[in-house]
């Protein structure tokens, strides 16, 4: 069990906008910063957002957003692509454990 | 450029050891905390270990602590982690990470090496 909750799948038509949330608690995601990644299969994870809601150089404003409100934090997607199938995590520190926490993952399905 | 390249994975009997190591170059090495994570086949990732940049303070995650041990040498570009008591649940591809943004905020990752851990 990961301590930070994600849907294990979401989908959505081609163009449309999909959310993917993850849903922590005070000592992971109600105090720290989150970071969200893409991941496809034989590839290095690509970062898509660090910081709850910033995007390194390269993501596209108008299709990746985050946010965070308490122990939760959501990742946002517009203009779906087939090429956005893939596996999404979110990430952060958490305190009480002094490590690292992933969520379990998120499957993205353009359909 | 930055890279991240690991090597030292390989098949490895439960109860064994083995020393994964990441060389890094393209960037000031010694000025980044570093951290391991892991993917076993068909599963999520997970966070495994981190080091900060003088290697003063190393964090561990459960699954791991007590068995694995996080290193660097600023002098060589190097990461390391020692495996010990290793198990199948180790069974994993391991990458090398670069920290750049607070809270685990990984800007490379390397390609990743891969630990097997059966009889």
């Known amino acids: 069990q990961s301590v930070l909750t994600q849907p294990p799948s979401v989908s959505a038509a081609p163009g449309q906008k999909v959310t993917i949330s993850c849903s922590g608690s005070?000592?992971?995601?109600?105090?720290?910063?989150v970071s969200w990644y893409q991941h496809l299969p034989g590839t290095a994870p690509k970062l898509l957002i660090y910081?709850?809601?910033?995007r390194p150089s390269g993501i596209p404003a108008d299709r990746f957003s985050a946010s965070k409100s308490g122990t939760s934090a959501t990742l946002g997607i517009t203009g779906l692509q087939t090429g956005d199938e893939a596996d999404y995590y979110c990430?952060?520190?958490?305190?009480?454990?002094?490590?690292?926490?992933f969520g379990g993952g998120t499957k993205l399905t353009v359909l | 450029e930055v890279q991240l390249v690991e090597s030292g994975g390989g098949l490895v009997q439960p109860g064994g050891s083995l020393r994964l190591s990441c060389a890094a170059s393209g960037f000031t090495f010694s000025t980044y905390w570093m951290t391991w994570v892991r993917q076993a086949s068909g599963k999520g990732l997970e966070w495994v270990a981190n080091?900060?940049?003088?290697?003063?303070?190393?964090n561990y995650a459960g699954s791991v602590k007590g068995r694995f041990t996080i290193s660097r040498d600023n002098a060589k570009k190097s990461l390391n982690l020692q495996m010990n008591s290793l198990g199948a649940e180790d069974t994993a591809m391991y990458y090398c990470?670069?920290?750049?943004?607070?809270?685990?905020?990984?800007?490379?990752w390397g390609q990743g090496t891969l630990v097997t851990v059966s009889s």
């Open positions: 910081e709850n809601n910033k």
């Open positions: 990430v952060t520190w958490d305190t009480s454990l002094s490590a690292g926490v």
């Open positions: 005070s000592s992971n995601i109600g105090r720290n910063h």
């Open positions: 080091i900060n940049h003088d290697g003063s303070r190393r």
């Open positions: 990470v670069r920290v750049q943004y607070i809270d685990e905020g990984f800007d490379y």
